[in-house]
């Protein structure tokens, strides 16, 4: 049963919003087009009124397999846990962080103490209200078990609880992307009492409580998962901030994710309105824009498609002018041309991020980027020592076809220097096996590039893969979190980019931005990967 | 009797125990294991060895390895790294869309087989037993993955009359559970029944040129009657060993069918353990279809106890 209710967006409203939004990329790309306000997108403007009740059904690529935001990075699991569970703070459509479960904050002139005041009015799934001291557990536990609370833990000198609503965390030293860490997933706040004892192997089923616009209905193992309403759910007023931050309205019942593996019936799936939401590959992409009965739009973020040499001394690319040789014998348009898709989900650019994600975006270095000149390339391999006829080794992975497409074609534009180009394809375990106990001159991978600290951003801190990293390197991360200011912050990310570009960690080979396919009768989507709150089914 | 199923026993704990142990020895000399697949491409050194140390993959081989021996004594197969939970827990969510798929496309098979050869044996010479003849190494040619691509796309795409995939149990929503499962049974059943049918097809041409039934034929039994009561019983014997094998190949190997309808059995799960490297989960699976081989062979060869007074007295 389903009834309309007229609490939903403002037409106008979202319409500003985009407008808004698109300001703001235009501003942070220099006169690109804006990639977020897309043709195709249905996006709030002409939607129509929010209707409430139904079940939609998500196709993800595989089961979680746990439901503990904390321990388990996967994409799939991050995706559940935005829907789930709440953290302080949450990242909009350009992951800037604005408060979530937190109503107030303050920052001493020191930048040391962190006072929080939570939100009075925040209940969990299973009726308890928000306190501090689940706050305190679920930071503590962050600290303890994930990636990015890891890494932060050396700075953190304490998190107390100082009243029922009050967390106070105070830093041994200043860090400038705090409150950007706190808003990165596995920051997300569980209740205390269900996460005591649970080690790095994830709570169970039981454990999966929090404060977010749905809890957990039923979850059958490598099948589905469905979500159903959390009725006490307090939405906060901030409207149109889209991606994870301001309010959230729960207008559909339920909604139910099912893990569909292969392409094929991922797409039937949705031809046949088995399911109203999927996420498949690029080459997907060109079919589905021209199919008059679904719609297409390209989400926030991006992945960085990258070519990995190594700098360890087993290999010729220890030789920094042996890695800007290779810089220069890769053919970058060709090959994002020949694998990419369709340049619609292709952005050309070398930043370490996707364009979107504004506070590190930089064009620093994009002159080392678009440089193609194989001769001269040929004439540095020489110089660094590399002759004709000598063999490079590309270890790849076919579980990523795109993976050995790069290899193909680079073992081609190498080919035709003189080089002989051994590729090795494994599955993707095996080939980070090999890379660690092999010797070996090029990978191809991909990352994130919708991060919002410089730590957390694989680029700059791949060091135990490919032995790069350089002092230089660590200052400008120490640096950026000793910033005091957005400016300060910038700058330091112009140099990251800048040196990136020279000592080649990695060489970007483009950004891929990612897309969903949907029902037209999916309403209000905001183009943020998984996120159906605020969206509706229309009858 | 006791003397084949004592012998049977201690076949199957010898078996049971090469399996596992080659299964434990394999998978681990295939570079990479759970903590790279968990940590991913930017893990670091501290992390990994901190993750092993949790999941117990720090210790020498053969310590690794009687650990697990004296938890498979017990019963335990261990816990699975990515499910969280007991691996014989995890076989158990997953075996029952696997074995309905094989259960209902053996049996579907099996009926099949038997009007096709007895229509056969009665009508020899009727054009549809002739078809029937034709087509049927037709049949066991086609690749399941070709059969299963073009029923989706006349079926399900183009008619609408089926879901292009997905599973419902039985038991909680029939209706829907059956409109799932006739694509996926219908690609297994061609496959099979054409399997079966050539097989019973040479056992009863076989069974035919016997001199008794020339005596019942005398007697003034009809063909059909001749073949129901005669032929087919005698004509069984062997297609049992195929139904059987088959059916634990079955239960072990439909990946590909469990894939292309996203289907959440045993093979797609062994496929993502691989994958991820969860060693209790594949050589719990492995142990388990292993079992699976040795018990159904066991029923076979009993069931020809019961049904060959022969054997019975061999």
């Known amino acids: ?539 | 009797m006791t003397g084949l199923l004592l012998r049977r026993f201690r076949d199957l704990i010898i078996i049971l125990l090469v399996v596992g142990t080659m299964m434990f020895l394999i998978i681990r000399l295939v570079p990479g294991d759970p903590a790279v697949a968990i940590l991913g491409a930017n893990a670091q050194p501290q992390e990994l060895a901190n993750l092993r140390q949790a999941l117990g993959l720090d210790g020498a081989l053969y310590e690794q390895y009687l650990a697990w021996l004296g938890q498979v004594v017990t019963g335990n197969l261990g816990e699975s790294i990515t499910h969280n939970a007991p691996v014989l827990t995890v076989i158990g969510q997953h075996i029952g869309p696997t074995l309905t798929l094989a259960v209902i496309s053996t049996a579907i098979s099996f009926c099949i087989a038997v009007a096709i050869t007895t229509w056969y044996a009665v009508r020899p010479r009727s054009p549809l037993a002739r078809l029937v003849n034709q087509s049927a190494p037709l049949g066991m040619a086609i690749p399941d993955f070709w059969m299963s691509l073009i029923l989706i796309l006349v079926f399900a795409l183009t008619l609408r009359w089926l879901p292009t995939s997905g599973y419902t149990s039985l038991f909680s929503d029939p209706a829907a559970a059956v409109q799932s499962l006739v694509l996926p049974v219908a690609v297994l059943v061609i496959a099979q029944s054409a399997l079966f049918t050539l097989t019973l097809r040479e056992s009863v041409l076989g069974e035919l040129t016997q001199m008794y039934l020339r005596t019942a034929r005398i007697k003034g039994l009809t063909e059909t009657q001749v073949v129901l009561r005669h032929v087919l019983p005698n004509a069984l014997m062997p297609i049992l060993t195929i139904v059987g094998t088959n059916f634990a190949v079955l239960i072990g190997g439909i990946v590909i069918i469990e894939s292309i309808f996203v289907i959440p059995g045993l093979g797609s799960l062994l496929l993502g353990a691989i994958h991820t490297r969860d060693f209790p989960l594949i050589q719990g699976i492995t142990l388990f279809i292993a079992l699976l081989f040795v018990a159904v062979n066991l029923l076979v060869d009993l069931s020809y106890a019961l049904i060959d007074p022969k054997v019975r007295v061999s």
Request: charged fraction near 25%; glycine fraction near 8%.
């Open chain 1, 1 to 539: 049963m389903r009834t309309r209710l007229n609490k939903g967006r403002p037409p106008a409203t979202g319409l500003v919003a985009v407008a808004a939004a698109g300001a703001l990329l235009l501003s942070a790309c220099g006169g690109d087009q804006p990639s977020s306000a897309n043709p195709d997108g249905d996006g709030s403007v002409d939607a129509g009124e929010p209707v409430v009740g139904g079940n939609l059904t998500v196709a993800i690529p595989s089961d979680p397999q746990s439901l503990d935001a904390a321990v388990n990075p996967t994409q799939v699991a991050v995706h559940l846990a935005n829907t789930l569970y709440e953290k302080l703070f949450d990242v909009d459509e350009d992951n800037q962080a604005h408060p979530m479960l937190v109503d107030d904050y303050t920052i001493s002139d020191d930048r040391l103490t962190y006072t929080f005041t939570l939100r009075d009015d925040v209940t969990f799934h299973d009726g308890h209200p928000l306190t501090a001291e689940d706050v305190v557990a679920s930071l503590e536990r962050w600290q303890e078990f994930n990636r990015t609370g890891q890494m932060i833990a050396p700075d953190i000198e304490s998190i107390e609880a100082v009243d029922e609503l009050t967390v106070e965390l105070t830093l041994n030293t200043p860090r400038y992307p705090l409150i950007d860490e706190l808003a990165s997933p596995g920051s997300e706040i569980f209740r205390a009492e269900l996460i005591e004892d649970v080690g790095a192997e994830g709570f169970e089923q039981e454990g999966a409580v929090g404060t977010g616009p749905y809890q957990l209905k039923s979850w059958e193992v490598g099948q589905e998962i469905v979500l159903e309403r959390f009725d006490e759910y307090k939405s906060r007023s901030e409207e149109d901030l889209g991606g994870l931050a301001g309010a959230k309205h729960a207008y559909l019942d339920t909604i139910t994710f099912t893990v569909v593996g292969d392409q094929d019936a991922l797409i039937n799936g949705l031809l046949t309105d088995q399911w109203q939401h999927i996420m498949p590959t690029p080459d997907h992409y060109e079919q589905l824009k021209n199919d008059p009965n679904v719609v297409v739009s390209t989400l926030s973020g991006g992945d960085l498609n990258v070519i990995v040499p190594n700098h360890d001394e087993s290999s010729i690319f220890s030789d920094k002018q042996a890695r800007h040789a290779l810089n220069l014998a890769i053919d970058k348009q060709a090959i994002n041309a020949a694998t990419g898709g369709s340049p619609e989900i292709v952005e050309e650019h070398g930043a370490f991020v996707s364009k979107d994600n504004v506070d590190f975006y930089s064009t620093e270095g994009s002159e080392v980027y678009e440089a193609y000149d194989p001769e001269k390339a040929k004439q540095m391999f020489t110089e660094a020592g590399l002759e004709e006829g000598d063999t490079l080794r590309i270890v790849t992975s076919n579980t990523f076809p795109q993976f050995n497409q790069w290899a193909v074609l680079l073992q081609d534009q190498l080919g035709e220097l003189g080089y002989n180009v051994q590729i090795d394809p494994y599955d993707f375990t095996t080939m980070l096996d090999i890379l660690q106990e092999e010797e070996w001159d090029i990978t191809t991978l991909f990352f994130n590039g919708f991060l919002n600290s410089p730590q957390q951003m694989p680029p700059l801190t791949l060091g135990a893969m490919n032995s790069s990293g350089s002092p230089e390197m660590d200052q400008l991360l120490a640096d950026y979190n000793a910033a005091t200011s957005e400016e300060e912050a910038k700058a330091v990310v112009d140099e990251m980019q800048a040196l990136v570009w020279e000592e080649l960690p990695v060489i970007v080979l483009s950004s891929a931005k990612p897309w969903a396919a949907y029902s037209p009768k999916l309403k209000g989507y905001d183009d943020y990967w998984r996120v159906f709150w605020n969206s509706w089914l229309e009858e």
